[in-house]
């Protein structure tokens, strides 16, 4: 059983930055690859980015490659999103999931559990 916790989200303006971080709880948060999804109202919720348990693999959804980065800290049981260049298009609630898994799942029916989600709003 892992819990996950979002932190980070906020209201900023376009052009800015964001981090969200995602703590997670357990002692095996090394054994789960990570992703990042994102919901806007009346949207489904899409893939953002996910990596792996070690970090060395990631991906990104088209929308946000060069303007987010994932990384994690096993040694804090933490996943980050650095999210920068923000658009208005960017707004949505963003939650993190977690898979015991190899390699970096993309798709949300993929991952086992998920937090509750932190709110980005960018302004125009």
């Known amino acids: 059983q892992v819990q996950l916790v979002e932190s980070g989200g906020g209201l900023v303006q376009a052009g800015g930055s964001l981090r969200l971080s995602c703590a997670a709880s357990g002692r095996t948060f090394s054994t789960y690859a990570m992703g990042w999804f994102r919901q806007a109202p009346g949207k489904e919720r899409e893939f953002v980015a996910a990596?792996?348990?070690?970090?060395?693999?990631?991906n990104y959804a088209d929308s946000v490659k060069g303007r987010f980065t994932i990384s994690r800290d096993n040694a804090k049981n933490t996943v980050y999103l650095q999210m920068n260049s923000l658009l208005p298009e960017d707004t949505a609630v963003y939650s993190c999931a977690a898979v015991d898994a190899i390699g970096v799942p993309t798709t949300k029916r993929r991952y086992d559990y998920w937090g509750q989600g932190t709110q980005v709003t960018v302004s125009s």
């Open positions: 990596i792996s348990r070690g970090g060395r693999m990631r």
